[in-house]
């Protein structure tokens, strides 16, 4: 029986049901918000955080429930009945449309007008200064004309906050929010939002970061396959007890025990540059087969450009790849593939899944030679087995391997692009932030993955923007700051107060720069 609504609440969402072919998404789950909170929502992948904003945002119709807004029932039909009612959302997954400019997304839908000669026509010198007004109440400073496909991730990330404040919501929901920001960006955005929640405002935040969500909130509710398991005032609860009730079991560490051994050079990288103007200079390094190493840095530091270089997508100006002790010319992914390097991209929507098939598809992608005759036709049942161990392996929650990939969570869509990679066998993998969006159980199980791969004397290059992740998971560490080397570590011995120097650390710049060698 459904609950009562309650005039504390400015959002209650009550008994709501959601089913999709072969899975209970939602099961009668309750959710009440009080104005002025930081209210984190928690949960695995799959648990139905996503699903249950999605209903209240108008991006999925429940099957049944109440959606009570101010003490009145509400019917959320679409997304701008959702705005229109005071109700904003950024998902995970952004949308940004690329080819045009930052002003025009935000103000979408709703360009503001000036009337001349009777005829009406979009005030543009209004809309620019109101748009530097919200960037600026989001901290970034960026031509308001700037066409959203030269931002960065986090830059698209940020104008989409300041799209959502444009609408004076008096509930705002964040889905991941701070998963492409650097510590700074983080920061400015904890600030706005605890600016609106002063201001009145609920903020529904959802992420996987434990440490973020015991500093921002101010409640907790977690789910767990589909059910809503509580909530709590989030002082009452540590971190260790968060991820209990998430998983439904004891985790005892964030991290499984490192037992590979790392062996002889496996990579070279050498005086590596791009040659794209403002992006990494004279980068070297070595990467030695069963070794882990992490790849540290603040965003701009030019991470995601180098590992794309030496996948062949970018551009190089000099330098040498070297691949156990022979020079490789690599101009495009496929001579990559061929040298048996593989990349997981940072972007898993746009340079990662093929959003039009089902996981299976998704899954044998990068190995269908393996599976193809000499008439390049690729034998079915021999791909379906590979993909379903592959799967299976992971453990990633779909129905069957039918399933479109977008019916999947953005975690599990991450695990089976991570499958891809594993079936392709590569000797150097190459990992982007390959845990963006993944709650701690299924970190703890993709960090186990590169673990085993390691002990079979894999080399393993992981960029990653947490610092715990980096020092937790890799053996050793390379720090790059605008685009340099700023030093080297050992993840066993350093600190993250060591790292974060290196990452922002000018007189290393000016040193690379003179020719010295810089190491920590």
Known sequence: MTAPASSEFVLE???????????????????????????????????????????????????????????????VPSPRAALDA????????LHPIPAR????????????????????????????????????????????????????????????????????????????????LSEHEVATLFAIIRRLRDEGAAVVYISHKMEE????????????????????????????????????????????EKTHRPGATLLEVRDLTSAIPGSFQAVSFELHRGEVLGIGGL???????????????????????????????????LDAKRARIALLTEDRRLSGIIPTRSVEENAILASLRAYANRLGIVHAGPARRAAAESI????????????????????????????RWLLADPEILILDEPTRGID??????????????????????????????????????????RGRVTGQVDARTTDQATIMRLATDVEALIAADEGQAVGA
């Not at 049944?64 to 509400?74: H, N």
């Open 392 to 419: 299976d392996r992971l453990q990633v929650r779909t129905p069957s391997l039918r399933t479109p990939i977008t019916s999947l969570s953005g975690g599990n869509q991450q695990k089976v692009l991570f499958a």
């Open 86 to 93: 005071g109700i904003s959302m950024i998902q995970q997954e």
């Open 299 to 333: 965003v701009g530091a030019q991470r995601t450009e180098l590992v794309e270089s030496i996948f062949g997508m970018r551009p190089v100006a000099s330098g040498e790849i070297v691949i156990d002790g022979q020079p490789v010319v690599i101009r495009s992914p």
């Open 213 to 256: 969500i015991r500093e921002i909130s101010d409640e907790i509710s977690i789910m767990r396959d589909g059910h809503m398991i509580g909530t709590w005032p989030t002082r009452e609860l540590s971190i260790d007890q968060i991820i209990t009730r998430m998983v439904g079991r004891e985790l005892t560490a964030r991290f499984p």
């Open 13 to 75: 969402m009550l008994g709501i049901r959601k089913e999709f072919p072969g899975v209970v998404a939602l099961a009668d789950v309750d959710l009440r918000l009080r104005p002025g909170t930081i209210h984190a929502l928690v949960g695995e992948n799959g648990a139905g955080k996503s699903t249950l904003m999605n209903c209240v945002f108008g991006l999925v119709d429940p099957d049944a429930g109440r959606i009570v807004l101010d003490g009145q029932d509400i019917v």
């Open 101 to 180: 400019s930052v002003m025009e997304n935000i103000w979408l839908g709703r360009f503001p007008t000036r009337r001349v000669a009777g005829l009406s026509f979009v005030d543009h010198r209004r809309m620019a200064t109101d748009t530097r007004r919200l960037l600026a109440g989001v901290g970034i400073d960026i031509p308001p004309d700037t066409l959203a496909e030269d931002l960065s991730v986090s830059q698209v990330q940020l104008m989409e906050l300041a799209r959502a404040l444009s609408f004076r919501a008096k509930v705002i929901i964040l889905d991941e929010p701070t998963s492409s």
């Open 440 to 481: 701690v159980g299924a970190k703890f199980e993709i960090y186990t993955i590169i673990n085993e791969l390691a002990a079979l004397g894999k080399g393993i290059i992981m960029i990653s923007s947490e610092m715990l992740e980096l020092l937790g998971a890799s053996d050793r560490i390379v720090v790059m700051c």
